[in-house]
């Protein structure tokens, strides 16, 4: 069995060792937060929303959900963009605020479900995971997206 002092001893040793181990990471972020919305975020989300639940044209009612291989693996690969995006924006500097990188980790979290679904290839977990997704997208916004007109009055 393993000693409860042995866990004490390793707990902070590993986090010791991750501080370090992020502090030696050239890390250096190329674009703001306003172009990782504009060309990693919101084009992924796009193509998991586009991919899920139904619409109503005048031939009738579609399926959205992939239908091939191809398909389904698009809309992983974006999830995982998507996520991988919500790890971005809780980089060292980024947060506007206390709550920023909660949000971020509810945008991590919906479209790691997302990704889960699209390699299950269950459409309907797909269809709920979008709307996480939706929310974590509208929780953030409505605190931190800050309109240019209410910029400039
Ligand atoms: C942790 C906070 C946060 C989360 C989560 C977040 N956003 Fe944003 N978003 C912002 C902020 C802040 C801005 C304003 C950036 C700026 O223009 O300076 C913004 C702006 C945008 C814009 C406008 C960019 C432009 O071209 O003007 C789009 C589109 C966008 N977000 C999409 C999304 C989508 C889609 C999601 C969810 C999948 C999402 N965002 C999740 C904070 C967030």
Request: aromatic letters at 8%; hydrophobic letters at 50%.
């Amino acid at each position: 069995m393993l000693k409860k002092t042995t866990l004490k001893f390793l707990a902070p040793a590993a986090l010791l060792f991750a501080a370090i181990a992020a502090a030696d990471t050239p890390f250096k972020p190329v674009i703001d937060v306003h172009h990782t919305m504009e060309w990693i975020t919101y084009p992924a989300a796009e193509v998991i929303w586009d991919s899920a639940g139904q619409i109503i044209d005048k031939d009738g009612e579609h399926d959205l959900a992939p239908t091939t291989a191809e398909g389904w693996e698009n809309v992983a690969r974006n999830a995982a963009i998507l996520a991988e995006s919500g790890n971005l924006l809780m980089l060292p500097g980024r947060a506007a605020g206390d709550d920023w990188v909660a949000y971020s980790a509810q945008m991590v979290a919906a479209a790691s479900k997302a990704l889960d679904a699209a390699e299950a290839r269950d459409a309907n977990a797909l269809f709920d995971a979008g709307g996480e997704v939706y929310q974590a997208c509208v929780a953030c916004h409505e605190k931190y997206w800050v309109k240019l007109e209410d910029r400039i009055n």
